[in-house]
């Protein structure tokens, strides 16, 4: 089963030429989830030739301008394709007060369901076929939410010859227990996957945050992400500018992905508009010295995710 990270937009702030506001977009086979909606959103998303109806869910991590102004026109962009499915859009508190006024003043025309669900507090936001996206505060100047979404465990490694120790015929039932259902054989007997596979394997994670000052929240949420997309926003020598904006350094961000533990990638987003294209590469060798499996994040980077094993 594929799963892709695209960076719809790495910027803070305001949008630039080139650089549009934060959105991640990641994709479980046909299944979508959008991170934030800053402006430009929905160009990025054509640029990709990405299909909007099937984004499932919308997580917002704040009310701030630069991350929810592109939701007004992603929901009435959904409305001009057939979308059976409610899109479920999670967020802080006001986030219903947004969308309904957004409606109202707008004269939106909707022709789907939308189902909101306001974050208060910490745990699991959104349940799926074989996932869960769960939902931990953060520190910022509004209430602020980070997300990581976590695949359930595998069925371990099938392996043949326990399955031909047990005469169990080649076909539909050993592609059955390699996806850890249970089978029942001519004779009666019952064969459960556990029987001819190995330990479970874990699922892939993936963590997003920003726009947030130290929390000791993001250490234990972010563990074992195979990609932590962390807002890098401003380099070294601006720190105390930083922690009063309640904002992050890029070196404080591969701090968190040193001390979590177990992080295959950090990709440094949120990017102040202060810093042109060449400069970011501060922000990157600050963040490498601490942590060097760091990248910076560019609009319509495509990431594969791939399982550990």
Not at 201 to 209: C, D, Q
């Amino acid at each position: 089963m594929n799963l892709e990270l695209f960076v719809l937009g790495c910027g803070g702030m305001m949008p630039l030429p080139g650089r549009y506001l934060t959105s991640v977009l990641l994709r479980r086979d046909g299944e979508l989830f959008l991170f934030d909606c800053g402006e430009a959103t929905q160009v990025s998303l054509k640029k990709l030739n990405m299909k909007w109806k099937k984004i499932s869910v919308i997580l917002i991590s704040h009310m701030h301008a630069d991350h929810v102004t592109g939701l007004p026109g992603m929901l009435m962009l959904s409305s001009q394709v057939e979308r059976d499915d409610p899109l479920y859009i999670v967020g802080p508190p006001k986030l219903s007060e947004y969308i309904e006024a957004s409606r109202k003043i707008l004269d939106m025309y909707i022709n789907y369901k939308i189902e909101v669900i306001e974050v208060n507090q910490a745990g699991t936001v959104f349940k799926g076929d074989g996932y869960h996206i769960d939902a931990f505060h953060l520190n910022h100047t509004k209430p602020c939410f980070g997300y990581s979404f976590t695949e359930e465990k595998r069925p371990g490694i099938f392996y043949p010859e326990k399955a031909l120790e047990l005469n169990i015929p080649k076909g539909s039932l050993w592609a059955m227990l390699q996806k850890g259902d249970s089978v029942e054989l001519g004779d009666g007997r019952i064969i459960t996957s556990d029987m001819v596979t190995g330990e479970k394997r874990s699922g892939r994670k993936f963590s997003f945050v920003t726009d947030t000052a130290f929390s000791s929240n993001i250490v234990p949420n972010v563990k074992d992400s195979d990609i932590f997309i962390c807002e890098g926003m401003f380099a070294e020598d601006l720190a105390e500018s930083a922690a009063a904006k309640k904002h992050l350094t890029a070196k404080q961000a591969a701090k968190f992905a040193l001390l979590a533990g177990g992080i295959g990638g950090l990709g440094l987003i949120h990017y102040s508009p202060r810093y042109n294209d060449k400069e970011l590469f501060r922000l990157l060798e600050e963040a490498k010295s601490v942590f060097p499996n760091t990248f910076l994040t560019r609009d319509r980077q495509i990431i594969n995710i791939k399982n550990k094993d």
